[in-house]
């Protein structure tokens, strides 16, 4: 003998979204290893230091920020901006980085 259920549209929409939910590949944010100068300025935005371009080349020229140069091509390393961050908010003394 077969039975019968009786759902509510709510109930097998909710049913329906949890299944696919369950199926759907869990997406993960990659984060490159390396920066331009534009990419380096939004990251670094997301980590709360707001810095326009020229600071951020006026940094670089004085060798307080770290960067990789290729010529005149400026790259930025992603774990050497994370720690520098992490620097440069951790102590007031090191605020005074920022121009």
Not at 40 to 51: H, I, P, S, T
Not at 60 to 74: C, D, I, S, Y
Request: a neutral charge; hydrophobic letters at 35%.
């Amino acid at each position: 003998m077969d039975v019968i259920y009786q759902i509510s549209k709510d109930d097998l929409r909710d049913i329906f979204l949890e299944f696919i939910s369950e199926k759907e590949p869990k997406q993960t944010v990659h984060l490159p290893e390396k920066f331009n100068l534009l990419e380096a300025k939004n990251y670094l935005q997301q980590k709360g230091v707001e810095l326009p371009e020229s600071s951020i080349y006026k940094l670089t020229a004085e060798n307080r920020m770290p960067v990789l140069r290729f010529g005149r091509k400026l790259v930025f390393d992603r774990k050497a901006l994370d720690n520098w961050v992490n620097e440069l908010l951790s102590s007031e003394k090191n605020k005074s980085l920022i121009p």
